[in-house]
């Protein structure tokens, strides 16, 4: 069977299981919509935490975009793991012992103001919005690349299917489609890294396998039998320098920005709410703390497998492609060259295919051939020549992967608009039911708008993705900390270390970004710190404007401290004596 | 439990932010410390096919953060029975 068919025929399996559990477990009361009635196991938890947090970004651009980097990328690898070290010891269990439903509930409450919860309101809004915005177009790009449909209806289709189950099921059905999102995404990414392993190393673990020395079959599949019984990383490194890059295994970036991309990458990914409020979803502290460890297991596999992937995809797709005779390129060159993801322009005309640094459509560079990072994913299985089915279950891994994050974020702005903007401030004395509804209908809308930008993509979506997480960074990480950590931070130190944090971040970010990109480099960043990374110090900021701010205006009321007080032990103990006088 | 154990509580916290502490010290060494201040000094040193700051960068803390969070969560479950605040 062809590879359309194959990723039709998973495609659609996946997607009748997805509908049949939203149907199975859709919701009954805003407790069911918001937190799935607090009773989702600590591991399944951990996979829908898993499938929320990796998205069609992870899936398809992380280890491309790797491949390029080197050791740079590595940021990416640490920075989007070790915020699950901070939320498992920092946030989860605290937050799960408030038991409340949002992020601007728990700041509004914690913070006693409506001004708090309604800043924290605009910034999930803001922060969900960014981000499924690459989803929808994530969801259009991978029906048309692997299914022969435009970019327009895939987007529509994708959107369907989370209207149905997102609309129907609350939390309670995007918990359960996303541990069988979970379960297909990483099959559909493990299978192929397996066999690549297999091939070039006889090492069946990726993790091991690029470590290791490749042997007969894979100098073989490399046309190279030089390369046997040697390190695949000491191959992939000579190549490289041969080629004029640097390296594969150093870096090219400013060690200081580095660290403090990682940090903020790090710190945004424990601010995000739609990762907080999976914690809300189990049933007790203990659990909050070990179904963050699940999440970390189940990320960690994919997050390790990925700079696997880069490596064997960037040492294969170089073998393969440079310095061979276009006449003799193989066919998923070819196949790939329709999609723009790869393309050929012979400069010196001799007719032979040469990679080199530099832009490919450029004159003054010896560079010839385009490379897309996705590729490096998406072509992967083909590059190998694995079979058809293999190629087939990447579609529907990436569609997974997208969905499943996208479910995700519109739970959280559907909750901020019917729990804290209409329950919270506007109509407080709503029903449950007309709640339900208001928290149905503002999923709907909101899953429309994510399909509008997946249709028609804002050119700034790539751009302010650094803003998620910066904003993340600045604002809710810093003020949930000290507002489980510190029980005298104050209403007024947090409304100012709010301020100062996004708008300084803000400001960084629009600067370079949008008023002066010219400047975007090196020599212009503060200490030279990129605008990928200055949450940390937005983050920072945040700290100190609270603490000093809070140091001279009125401590919180005694029943927002014994409040804090209670977060911190498990079991019903509430009241400390002091409040009873 | 009782409403008059505040002192007891007090004393579970703070056993919590020192385990805590440890933690985070760990956290940061195979990331920040190993994984970017001092790679490229370790990476002089090979494991495998891996020069070792490399690992650090691409696998190592990865790892390590899988394994604190399973010591923390066996470490917090035993404190809280340690001050008899276990849930069920």
Redesign the interface.
Known sequence: MSILVWTWILTGLSFSLYIYIAYATRAKSTGDFYAAEQSVPPILNGMATGADWMSAASFISMAGLISFMG?DG?FY??GW??G??LL???FG?YLRKYGKFTIPQFMGDRYYSNTVRVLALICAIFVSFTYVAGQMRGVGVVFSRFMGVSINMGVIIGMALVFFYATLGGMKGITYTQVAQYCVLITAYLIPAIFISMQLTGNPIP??G????INAAGAEMLQDPATQGK????VLNGIQKDMGFGAY???ARP?ID??FI??SLMIGTAGLPHILIRFFTVP???DA??S??WA??FI?LL??TA?AIAVFARTNFIKSIHNVEYSKAPSWFKNWEKTKLVGWKDKNGDGIMQIAKGAWDKPDTKNEVKIDQDIMVLANPEIAKLPNWVVGLIGAGGLAAALSTAAGLLLVISAAISHDLMKGIVKPDMSEKEELIWARAAAGVAVCIAGLFGIYPPGFVAQVVAFAFGLAAASFFPCILMGIFNKKANKEGALAGMAVGIIFVAAYIIYFKFVNPAFNNKDHWWFGISPEGIGTVGAALNFIVMYVVGKFTPEPPQEIQDLV?SL??????V???SAGH | ?S????KE?QA??KE?LVI?AV??AI?FFV??FC???I??QL?AYM?????LG??F???G???T??I???T??YM??NL?KKYD????
């Open positions: 050791r590595s690898l640490m793991t070790g699950y070290v498992a010891m920092l269990p993790q091991l690029y470590g290791s020395a390190y695949l990383l000491d295994t150093s870096g060690r580095v660290w990682t940090m007790k502290m203990r703390r070990s963050a460890g970390l297991l960690a997050y390790t700079p007080g911190r032990y498990p079991g019903k103990l009241v400390p004596p | 439990m409403i008059h154990a505040t509580l579970y916290w919590n805590i933690h985070l956290w990331s920040f994984g970017i201040m790679v490229d990476d494991i495998g096919g891996f020069p490399f690992w960068a691409n696998q803390s990865l790892v953060f899988v604190l969070i399973g923390y969560v917090m479950n809280d605040v276990h849930e069920g």
